[in-house]
Every structure is written in structure tokens, then in C-alpha cells.
């Protein structure tokens, strides 16, 4: 026979096969006692030990905080480089408008100027990126507090924590009926907790709703230019700028409204979080919902591939929405990545404004 020919019918007995087996002697299970054989306890595995709270039980990894900044050398370090440069470019204005003045006046006086606009600009960029600063770690501040009079029993504690997030978000529409809700039930809620939970959902939920929306639309637009996009430094170049504007877009949601050194702050907690729980902690209730139900046969493998990014940009969104929050889940519930999986994939969409 050929290999072109092609090979003809055949006739098989399926119960001679069936007997085959079932005559086929069975090994009987056994237990091997080998010395060099142990099992790894939970508590020492690298995977399960300490790196077991990376996730829980629902497939998610846990909130991301902000990390606190002391002294360090390498801040001292650029501090003195810092004023050392400062010197240097001092004195290469000096001679430089010396210089000109000595050419023609007029050249001074127009170099002289530049130099004080230039100066009074960078004051005002100085000044304006420490008051970002301040607002970021007011947040923290008021956040810390908020957890603090939940877990207590200080009422007076928790009505002032309430008032500054109040005085934070004053200037949000969307806080608006909450914060009247909130001063006309002050006085009437004596319990903290109680107290924490109705400031969260009266004025927290419309915020998160805002918030969910902004990491679905950015996972959206990351899934569908990465599914059609040629090149892999196209991908990585928009999911870069797609989640430096997400980034950006939740600090301003909540209040934060940071600068180009607050922004460079919450990108960096942002990546070290996820350095350490992964881009995506995915798991098995996730992969089950990704690569089950034969959604994966029925997907393209660039259609898998910009759905994946996406998630990836929903968790950076969410390690964002942790960061930005001036205060910790207590009455919500916190998003996750298995809420934007429906709205990535096929199928029915949620509608976010009806939650």
C-alpha cells in the first residue's frame, strides 16, 4: 500500500476488546515506604507558605497598601548630587547672562528675564507638586483613621474621620446627596462601625461605580488594540500608556489629584504590588471561568491573547482603585477580577450605572 492510497474499511469486534480488558488482571493499589520521600508541609512550601495569602479562596489577591518612606542613602545620596547639580547650572546661568550682558544689554536683560520666569515657574511646580504629595498622604491619613474607627468603638474618633473624608470629596457631584444624607444623620448613628459603613455606602458607592468604569473601559480598549494590533511593542507600548492613565484618572476620581512625583509614586506601588502577588493571580474558580464552558475552543488565539491583557490591566486598575480609596472596603464589596470577565469575553454585558 502507497502512502497515497488510501487504506480501505475495516471491521472491528468491540466485544472481543471489551473481554480483552476485563480479563486483564488488575494491580492492587500499594503503599511505598521510601525514607527518601517526604512531603513538603504547607508552611515551607515557597508557593504555599508565606506566598499563600497572594490569593484567597475566591481567586484574588489581596488589597494593595500604600508603602511607607523613610530615610534612606540612596535619598540622601540624591539629595546631595541634587543640590551639587543645582550649583552647577546656578553658575552656568551666572556666567551666561554676565556674558551677555557684556555682548549687548539688551541680550542681558532678555536672558535676565528668562531666567526669573523660569524660576518663578519651577516654584510654582515645586509648590504644587508637594501640596499632591500632602493630599496623597492625606488620604492615607484619613483611610488609616476610617479603619481604625471601624475596628473601635470611638464614636467621636469616627464622626472626625468621616468629616475629613467629607472635606476630601467635597468637591465631587457625585458625594453631593451622600454628604447631605451623612449631616442629617450624624448625631443620629452612635455606633462607629455603623457610622463607617453608612459614610461608605452613601458616598463611596458612586465613586466605585465611576471607578469599575474606568478600569472596564480600559480593559476594553486594551483587549480589542492588542487583539488587533501587528506588533508586540505596539501591545506593550499601549497597555503602558493605558494604565498611566488609569492610574492617573483613579488617584483624580478619589480626591488624590496627583502630580508628575505623586503619579511616579502610585505607578511605583502600584508595579511593586503586583511584583509581588503577580500581574494576574489567577485562580481555579478563574481558570475555570476563562478556559471552561469551551470558551476557549470558540476564541481566536489573539482574541485569548488581548482578553488576558485586559485582565491584566483590570488588576493594575484595582490595585489603583486600593491605593486611591481614602478608605478600605468594609460595607462594599471589594471588585475583582472575575467581575470584568463576562463583560471581556462574549456574552451578556453588565451595566455598571444600574449597579
Given amino acids: ?44 512550601d515557597p508557593f504555599l507558605g508565606e506566598a499563600g495569602t497572594i490569593a484567597d479562596e475566591d481567586g484574588e489577591p489581596p488589597v494593595a497598601t500604600m508603602k511607607k518612606r523613610g530615610f534612606s542613602f ?12 543645582s550649583l552647577a547650572i546656578g553658575l552656568w546661568i551666572d556666567d551666561l547672562v554676565r556674558s551677555l550682558f557684556a555682548r549687548a544689554p539688551w541680550l542681558g536683560w532678555l536672558a535676565l528675564g528668562a531666567v526669573v520666569i523660569g524660576v518663578v515657574a519651577a516654584i510654582v511646580i515645586a509648590v ?9 498622604g492625606a488620604i492615607q491619613h484619613i483611610k488609616l483613621r476610617l479603619a481604625e474607627a471601624h475596628a473601635g468603638r470611638d464614636a467621636h474618633a469616627a464622626r472626625k474621620a ?16 451622600g454628604r447631605q444624607r451623612l449631616s442629617e444623620l450624624d448625631d ?3 455606633d462607629a462601625p455603623q457610622l463607617v459603613e ?5 458616598m463611596m458607592a458612586p465613586l466605585d461605580i465611576k471607578a469599575r468604569a474606568l478600569i472596564l473601559n480600559a480593559s476594553k480598549r486594551v483587549s480589542v488594540v492588542t487583539a488587533i494590533s501587528p506588533r508586540a511593542a505596539v501591545d506593550i507600548l499601549y497597555v503602558f500608556y493605558e494604565s498611566i492613565r488609569l492610574i492617573r484618572n483613579m488617584a483624580e476620581l478619589y480626591g488624590g489629584r496627583p502630580g508628575s512625583i505623586g503619579l511616579f509614586r502610585l505607578i511605583r506601588d502600584v508595579l511593586a504590588h503586583l511584583a509581588v502577588t503577580g500581574s494576574i493571580a489567577v485562580g481555579d474558580s478563574l481558570v475555570q471561568q476563562v478556559l471552561g464552558h469551551g470558551l476557549a475552543s470558540k476564541l481566536s488565539a489573539r482574541f485569548g491573547e488581548g482578553m488576558i491583557n ?3 490591566t483590570a488588576r493594575i486598575g484595582i490595585a489603583a482603585m486600593d491605593l486611591c480609596r481614602p478608605m478600605p472596603f468594609t460595607a462594599l464589596k471589594r471588585p475583582g477580577i472575575g467581575d470584568f470577565i463576562s463583560d471581556l469575553g ?6 455598571l450605572s444600574k449597579s
Fill in 1 to 44: 500500500m502507497t502512502p497515497n492510497e488510501p487504506r480501505k474499511p475495516a471491521v472491528f469486534d468491540v466485544e472481543d476488546e471489551k473481554r480483552s480488558d476485563e480479563a486483564a488482571p488488575h494491580r492492587k493499589p500499594r503503599h511505598f515506604d521510601d525514607p527518601d520521600v517526604r512531603m513538603t508541609p504547607e508552611a515551607e
Fill in 74 to 85: 540612596a535619598k540622601l545620596a540624591a539629595a546631595a548630587f541634587g543640590i551639587v547639580l
Fill in 128 to 136: 504644587r507638586e508637594a501640596i499632591a504629595i500632602l493630599r496623597l
Fill in 162 to 177: 468621616v468629616s475629613e473624608l467629607a472635606t476630601l470629596v467635597a468637591d465631587k457631584a457625585e458625594t453631593a446627596h
Fill in 188 to 190: 443620629a448613628i452612635v
Fill in 198 to 202: 453608612f459614610c461608605e455606602r452613601e
Fill in 310 to 312: 485586559g485582565l491584566m
Fill in 346 to 351: 462574549p456574552g451578556e454585558k453588565s451595566d
